[in-house]
């Protein structure tokens, strides 16, 4: 078996939620073959399954939020002073929900840089606005 990190910004480690506990951690990839020795039932199944990448590709473009979790820098993209996102980023903090590499990060980008620097701000009903109601397609 290979593991290898999943590739981005967050230095190729996948965000992955465990209860109300953010948790980053390595993604595995497998050999097809030693998948098929090891889960039978599941690698014949994944196999025989009618849907192709295009089709799950298409999906989501039909629900372009689905399995989308905020991070740290979409709740302050919706602060409208300094003030506002230091709160959010101490109120994160104080839930363990971001650690304190990034604490120290996301302070020090307020207070050098200010809030707009996340970007624009996010007004209410924000991704409703962007993404428009596509359920009822």
Not at 29 to 34: I, M
Not at 75 to 93: G, P, Q, W
Request: charged share 35%; hydrophobic share 30%; with cysteine.
């Amino acid at each position: 078996m290979r593991s290898r990190l999943a590739p981005g910004c967050c230095g190729g480690r996948a965000y992955i939620r465990r209860g109300n506990n953010p948790v980053w951690g390595p993604l595995v990839t497998w050999d097809r073959r030693d998948f098929k020795k090891l889960f039978p039932a599941i690698s014949k199944e994944l196999e025989s399954s009618g849907s192709s990448a295009v089709e799950a590709g298409e999906e989501s473009m039909d629900e372009p939020l689905r399995g989308f979790m905020p991070g740290p820098e979409d709740y302050l993209s919706r602060c409208k002073t300094d003030e506002e996102a230091m709160e959010v980023i101490n109120f994160l903090h104080k839930r363990g929900e971001i650690s304190g590499e990034v604490f120290d990060r996301l302070r020090r980008q307020v207070e050098e840089c200010g809030v707009r620097s996340f970007g624009p701000l996010r007004e209410d009903n924000y991704y409703l606005k962007k993404y428009g109601n596509r359920r009822g397609r």
